[in-house]
């Protein structure tokens, strides 16, 4: 088969860094998770109490994704790895503030078309489809009802050893999907040419066979 990219785009706990691994490994592919790179800028940001001045923080960031073979993607942050600490509730509460601003956005979008460049790529995000990789040759936008969404966060949580509730979860959801389909920059949204997959009521293997499937009609 040729080498293709496929765009993955959605709100967020749609399922698609799940699935995006799936396929990827199916199809020898490299998943890269975008919203990795806005967390950690977002870690970082924290760290300098909240700075103001973006321009900074980025000039004085270096950052890089390496892949290992057990873990997947490892989050490199000023020779750090810091991808542990990406899922913190401090972090997740914050990076869409910090997703919304240009020189994070444009920082970010750089790095992530040089890694689709060679092609071969399965990634993730808000804005790979419309943005990103306007020319992916699949697109897909994944959504899922906020409360199965919120179900399954809570799930997630559960097996982190991390206590949450759905309703609170439901709502901090709900929040960050509002924020990142309202921002000015590269907001959330379908691309025209994306395919909608609502994957509310199905298996991790159903969805990841649909989007296999949609793979195999690319001309
Ligand atoms: O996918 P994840 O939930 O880790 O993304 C965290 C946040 O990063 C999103 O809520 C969004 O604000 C931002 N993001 C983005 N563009 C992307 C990926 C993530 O703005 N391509």
Do not use: C, H
């Amino acid at each position: 088969m040729k080498l293709i990219n496929i765009a993955l785009d959605g709100p967020a706990a749609a399922g698609k860094s799940t699935i995006a691994k799936r396929v990827a490994a199916q199809l020898s592919m490299i998943y890269v998770d975008t919203g990795a790179m806005y967390r950690a800028i977002t870690y970082k940001y924290l760290q300098q109490n909240k700075t103001e001045d973006f321009s900074q923080l980025i000039d004085s960031s270096e950052l890089s994704l390496t892949y290992d073979e057990e873990k997947g993607q490892r989050v490199i942050l000023d020779n750090y790895d810091v991808t542990d600490f990406l899922r913190e509730n401090n972090v997740t509460n914050n990076v869409s503030f910090v997703a919304s601003k240009e020189a994070v956005r444009t920082f970010a979008v750089k790095k992530q078309q040089e890694l689709a460049a060679q092609k071969g790529i399965v990634m993730d995000g808000r804005d790979i489809g419309t943005v990103v990789l306007p020319d992916a040759d699949l697109k897909v936008y994944m959504i899922a009802s906020v409360e199965e969404r919120a179900m399954r966060r809570q799930k997630d949580n559960e097996q982190r050893g991390i206590d949450s509730n759905v309703e609170q979860l439901k709502q901090e959801i709900a929040d960050r999907d509002n924020y990142d389909m309202t921002r000015e920059i590269s907001p959330l949204k379908k691309a025209d040419d994306a395919i909608t997959v609502d994957t509310t009521g199905k298996s991790i293997e159903k969805v990841t066979e649909e989007i296999l499937s949609l793979v195999t009609e690319i001309k």
